[in-house]
């Protein structure tokens, strides 16, 4: 099993900045692709950005792209995201999640970002 632990999340004004921070820990071996969703009320979750494992590969969702940067510390098998320029609309549960070939993705608790205009 993987375990993830999500931290970073809380209030900030529009136009401020968080990071989130993701710590993989378990049976971390095989573990391709690390990433975030979020969950806004009465939405569905949806991607965020991901990176792959081995490779400089980083894919993000149209809301966020030139505001959100993926970034992983293999040493540390942690994945963060740096979120600049929040918006309202931004507001949602952010869960880390990660994935080996052929599984599921496991994923981490959920984290609070809540950005008031």
Do not use: H
């Amino acid at each position: 099993q993987v375990q993830l632990v999500e931290s970073g999340g809380g209030l900030v004004q529009a136009g401020g900045s968080l990071r989130l921070s993701c710590t993989a820990s378990g049976d971390i071996f095989g573990i391709n692709v690390m990433g975030w969703y979020r969950q806004a009320p009465g939405k569905q979750r949806d991607l965020v950005a991901t990176i792959i494992s081995g490779t400089a590969k980083k894919n993000y969702a149209d809301s966020v792209k030139d505001r959100f940067t993926i970034s992983r510390d293999n040493a540390k098998n942690t994945v963060y995201l740096q979120m600049n320029n929040l918006k309202p609309e931004d507001t949602a549960v952010y869960y880390c999640f990660a994935r080996k070939s052929f599984t599921s993705n496991y994923w981490g608790q959920g984290t609070q970002v809540t950005v008031s205009s």
